[in-house]
RNA sequence: GUGGUUGUGGCGCAGUUGGUUAGCGCGUCUGGUUGUGGCCCAGAAGGUCGCCGGUUCAAGUCCGGUCUACCACCCCA
């Protein structure tokens, strides 16, 4: 039954599942933190306009998947689709512009109108960083090594990455004019999608699955030879770096990425646990404009897609970190010793110990069963006679042993026990 | 946004060619002589059969619409 289903594409977390987020948000603060990246947190919605320029105004995301409303001041907010360009409006308020480096990184949600299926929400939850500032290709490797030892570290192995090379702005408009020439010829016997993207995006034409267009696309003019020698320098440092870092890749022209911010390297993560198609992580070098800015601020970065990691690592039959079982299990008989176990489950507790225990009125049967559902491995036990000995039962649960405890020594028992 | 599939108690499912009070497993609760769990047994609670409309004497079962979920495409993490 479906009466309050949360709306289409978001989900509820349950505690089953939330300790497996919970440990892939620890495990990339971890590693991040060890290459020098601090958390930013940015609002979960942004005036449009940072959307807008940020992002460039042709992107799909940008031209109709945006959660775009006015507020009550008649101001254009827009629930973040990306993470990139909220954390780039921050940084303009550091000195990042005068060539200073940031590194920071983020989680959270990020929000896109787009039908849902396999391994994509309309609330979804990335993962990512950002090297804000300076440019250069050990900047671009490093960075991608980090992501490579995040994914080893939160379990998932059998990553595989793809990188590839955007050029700069000056390469792009040659070697466009080259794709154009040649798609123009044989746009006739593509797809519709490809025959859009000519006009829109030609740089997608690249990336289409459709059988027919492959085997045009397959003779396409390599576009990198349009490029300067700067910037064939730039991609083949990159790939030096990877390889000594240990980093497997391959290079794909058909790799371009979406966004039109993208400079230089781009790269992309997929896991073939989830179709070759769907990308479990990506990113690369940008240049961004922001409002009131005249120069672009460089910067590298990723994104990772937490959901797709968790399918990652269900697929790959990772452990779910569920909630640990308690330490152990009060149960009382009676309502006064119901209220010793209350006061005695706080001091437990402010000693850090984990205790579950029964405060309703329940029969023994009852809280005996729920003792053992709950997983504590000693249970303590006290009623009516236990009360008037001014003692309490501490039961072993596995072997089913147990002893009486002097109420006076039971904090000091249960400390070094439990 | 386009296309395909789907929808029965908390979860997983069965419901024959439309026909009496809609079943099963798991889970939950209560018991199995008065204060002891895991096994077993008994009983109980819990569903307007996604929603709206139609056909019919009669619909969970047929038809239409709608919503949701899933899958593919587009696009992306």
């Known amino acids: 039954m479906a009466a309050f289903a949360p709306p289409p594409g978001t989900a509820d977390i349950f505690p089953a599942e939330s300790g497996s987020w919970r440990f892939l948000e620890n495990t990339a603060s971890q590693v991040f933190s060890s290459y020098g990246y601090g958390e930013l947190r940015t609002p979960i919605f942004e005036y449009t306009e940072v959307f807008q320029r940020g992002l460039g105004g042709e992107t799909e995301v940008v ?15 827009t629930l973040r689709p990306e993470g990139t360009a909220g954390v780039m409006r921050a940084l303009t308020n550091t000195d990042v ?12 949600p990020m929000f896109r109108g787009e039908r849902p299926s396999a391994g994509r929400r309309r609330q979804f939850h990335q993962i990512g960083v950002e090297n804000v500032g300076r440019c250069a290709p050990l900047i671009d490797a490093e960075c991608i090594a980090m992501l490579h030892n995040f994914l080893l570290k939160a379990g998932i192995t059998g990553a595989e990455f793809t990188i590839n090379t955007r ?21 006739d016997s593509m797809c519709p999608d490809c025959r859009t993207r000519l006009e829109r995006n030609i740089w997608r034409i690249l990336d289409c699955k459709q059988e027919d267009c492959r085997k045009i696309i397959e003779g396409a003019p390599d576009y990198v030879e349009f490029f300067s020698d700067e910037s064939k320098a730039y991609f083949e440092e990159v790939k030096t770096a990877l390889t000594r870092l240990n980093v497997p890749f391959k290079v794909s022209s058909r ?47 990723f994104a990772a897609g937490v959901e797709r990691l968790l399918m990652v690592r269900e697929a790959l039959g990772a452990p779910v970190s569920g909630g640990a079982a308690a330490d152990c299990f009060l149960i009382g008989l009676d309502g006064a010793s119901r209220m010793e ?13 984990s205790v579950a225990l029964e405060l309703e009125e329940r029969s023994f049967k009852a809280q005996m069963r729920a003792a053992n559902r709950s997983q504590a491995p000693f249970t303590l ?38």
């Open 255 to 301: 790799l371009v990425r979406g966004l039109d911010y993208y400079v230089h390297t781009v790269f992309e993560v997929t896991h073939n646990a989830l179709g070759e198609q769907i990308a479990i992580a990506g990113g690369g070098r940008y240049e961004l404009f922001l409002p009131g800015e005249k120069r672009p601020i460089p910067g590298v970065g």
């Open 381 to 418: 036990i006290r009623g009516e006679s236990e009360m008037a000995q001014k003692i309490a039962i501490i039961k072993k649960m596995d072997d089913g042993s147990q002893c009486e405890v002097a109420e006076s020594d039971l904090l000091n028992y249960l400390l070094e026990h439990i």
């Open 97 to 108: 512009a005068n060539g200073t480096e940031q590194r920071v990184f983020y989680y959270g």
């Open 341 to 353: 176990n209350l006061i005695l489950a706080d001091e437990l507790r402010r000693a850090g110990k």
């Open 167 to 187: 050029g700069v702005a000056a390469d792009r408009a040659p070697a466009e004019a080259a794709l154009r020439e040649y798609f123009a010829k044989h746009i």
């Open 63 to 77: 031209q109709k998947e945006m959660y775009t409303f006015e507020d009550r001041g008649g101001r254009s907010l």
